[in-house]
């Protein structure tokens, strides 16, 4: 993986960190750090060396360069400014990279000794003075490749190593130079060996390599310069640098975000949204009562039905009801839709929402899951959600329809021939029983009940054709009304669980979408 690949990586982990509120500054700070070094001399790097005071920085460098380069003294601090050693050939290549660390203070040696690579002196990380350890704390992100400088006395201080854990990025990119070994017998120094290995890999920095020397007798230098130089190819510097900055970063931003820096675990976030999506959208469809509305529109198509094909009775029953106010209170589909307000409290369904939030941000750090609960508000929820039902009973709404017409054009005349025939027989037959005496009335021949008064018939055949008609009605009424109502009912659950699933869930979705793409970029990050 090249080094415009790396900071593709953590650009990409930046702008998720910063989606779901995560503290992005220090990898934002690396990126910008990251691209502008690329965008330097990639043949040239920068080694430094860091340590504590009276370790012997500057007595290394100039036993290195075998002259004069950074002043040595018994008073503490000695150092006070970063000092960049360079090839006198080098010095036009490096100059960009050195203004960029803002180095003013350069020494140039005689060309043949590691061309290409500025060594630099800084100040004292546990200076006195607070000026030098911001200089170094400024500049240390910025070096190509660190040498820790150690003395026998100091190796073991667990503030310069807590130092070096905050400081540098773990891993690759790190060596370690124990100065004065000249005092030490060999007893001594395989102990020291031993015990500074330890630390250093209690502090992340297992595969450091350990340069024995003394500045003061040139002990181990020319080995010392000899791993510089064969170990001196810019790229591979550069490239081993960023990559243990992006880890690190990334790795923080993973943490920061409750995965697994190296990992692409499933985050577990679906399975918790998709509960509460379900439970949301149960319990607003609970609310806007589908079994209720379809027995609403039951009584609307049953009412139809009398009204357009019934019996004379049950369109008296028909009119008496709507007098009533029957038909207003149980045969009005679309106002008992739209009023769904009235039949429960929206915070029924918001509740699943707020339980969903909590257990989602719970891997979060403390300020991304207070980013994220921050912006969560039961009111802005509740009115969202209860917007989106509006909108989903609206669109139900315009598809309620009235029973079948062509149920009415056929029953409706059958039903007016009937209820005719009733009354011109009923008419006949009270005349014939009141009416002036001397009335002939013909007689049927009816099986089993012999002659019958033609009127008596005509009533009665009526009469049956009415409650056969009206009954038929009803039936396809009824038939017409389950039907449609789940129709209705299954419309209803799929335009509610979109709505709100847009309305409640799309910003959680986002969160697991980030979370999970963190552990994407942080296992391709790990995976070189």
């Given at each position: 993986m090249n080094l415009a690949e790396l900071t593709e990586l953590l650009d990409e982990a930046v702008v998720r960190g910063r989606s779901i509120g995560l503290g992005v500054g220090e990898a934002a700070i690396t990126l910008d750090d990251a691209r502008r070094r690329i965008g330097l001399n990639e043949n040239s790097f920068v080694v430094a060396l860091v340590g504590g005071t009276g370790v012997g920085k500057s007595s290394i460098l100039n036993a290195l360069a075998g002259t004069m380069v950074s002043e040595a003294s018994v008073l503490r601090p000695t150092t006070e400014q970063a000092t960049a050693w360079v090839g006198h050939s080098s010095r036009g290549d490096l100059e960009p990279l050195l203004d960029w660390l803002d180095i003013d203070r350069v020494v140039e040696h005689p060309d043949g000794v590691l061309p290409g690579v500025a060594i630099v002196d800084l100040p004292d990380i546990d200076s006195v003075v607070t000026d030098h350890r911001q200089l170094v704390d400024k500049l240390l992100p910025r070096i190509d490749l660190v040498i820790w400088v150690v003395d026998p006395e100091k190796y073991d201080d667990e503030r310069l190593h807590q130092y070096l854990r905050s400081a540098s990025s773990g891993g690759g990119g790190l060596q370690v130079i124990l100065n004065k070994v000249d005092q030490l017998s060999e007893a001594e120094l395989s102990e020291v060996i031993g015990d500074l290995q330890r630390r250093l890999k209690l502090s992340g920095f297992a595969t450091a390599e350990i340069n024995q020397v003394s500045a003061a007798t040139g002990q181990g230098l020319a080995d010392f310069r000899n791993s510089l130089e064969q170990g001196a190819d810019a790229k591979q510097v550069i490239l081993s640098k960023v990559r243990s900055e992006v880890r690190r970063r990334m790795g923080e931003l993973a943490s920061a975000a409750g995965v697994a820096a190296g990992e692409a675990s499933a985050v577990g976030a679906s399975d918790t949204i998709k509960v509460a999506s379900g439970d949301a959208t149960a319990a607003a469809i609970d609310i806007v009562d589908p079994e209720g509305l379809a027995l609403q529109l039951r009584n609307l198509y049953m009412e139809r039905?009398?009204?357009?094909?019934?019996?004379?009775?049950?369109?008296?029953?028909?009119?008496?009801?709507?007098?009533?106010?029957?038909?207003?209170?149980?045969?009005?589909?679309?106002?008992?839709?739209?009023?769904?307000?009235?039949?429960?409290?929206?915070?029924?369904?918001?509740?699943?929402?707020?339980?969903?939030?909590?257990?989602?941000?719970?891997?979060?750090?403390?300020?991304?899951?207070?980013?994220?609960?921050?912006?969560?508000?039961?009111?802005?929820?509740?009115?969202?959600?209860?917007?989106?039902?509006?909108?989903?009973?609206?669109?139900?709404?315009?598809?309620?329809?009235?029973?079948?017409?062509?149920?009415?054009?056929?029953?409706?005349?059958?039903?007016?021939?009937?209820?005719?025939?009733?009354?011109?027989?009923?008419?006949?037959?009270?005349?014939?029983?009141?009416?002036?005496?001397?009335?002939?009335?013909?007689?049927?021949?009816?099986?089993?009940?012999?002659?019958?008064?033609?009127?008596?018939?005509?009533?009665?055949?009526?009469?049956?054709?009415?409650?056969?008609?009206?009954?038929?009605?009803?039936?396809?009424?009824?038939?017409?009304?389950?039907?449609?109502?789940?129709?209705?009912?299954?419309?209803?659950?799929?335009?509610?669980?979109?709505?709100?699933?847009?309305?409640?869930?799309?910003?959680?979705?986002?969160?697991?979408?980030?979370?999970?793409?963190?552990?994407?970029?942080?296992?391709?990050?790990?995976?070189?």
């Open positions: 039905a009398r009204i357009g094909a019934g019996s004379l009775l049950s369109r008296i029953g028909t009119l008496a009801r709507y007098v009533g106010g029957h038909r207003r209170r149980h045969a009005d589909p679309k106002t008992y839709l739209l009023n769904w307000r009235r039949r429960g409290d929206i915070g029924r369904a918001v509740n699943p929402v707020r339980a969903a939030y909590l257990a989602i941000t719970l891997p979060l750090s403390p300020d991304g899951r207070a980013h994220i609960l921050s912006e969560f508000e039961p009111e802005e929820i509740s009115r969202s959600m209860s917007e989106a039902i509006d909108r989903s009973v609206r669109a139900t709404a315009r598809d309620l329809e009235d029973p079948p017409a062509w149920l009415m054009w056929i029953l409706a005349p059958l039903q007016w021939i009937a209820t005719i025939g009733f009354i011109f027989a009923l008419a006949w037959y009270v005349l014939v029983i009141f009416g002036p005496g001397g009335l002939s009335v013909d007689s049927l021949d009816l099986p089993l009940l012999g002659a019958v008064p033609t009127p008596l018939a005509l009533l009665f055949v009526s009469a049956l054709l009415s409650f056969l008609v009206g009954g038929l009605a009803r039936l396809l009424a009824a038939w017409s009304s389950r039907r449609r109502g789940r129709i209705l009912k299954a419309t209803l659950r799929r335009e509610l669980t979109s709505a709100l699933d847009a309305e409640a869930f799309v910003p959680l979705r986002s969160i697991e979408e980030n979370r999970a793409g963190l552990a994407i970029l942080a296992r391709r990050a790990f995976a070189d």
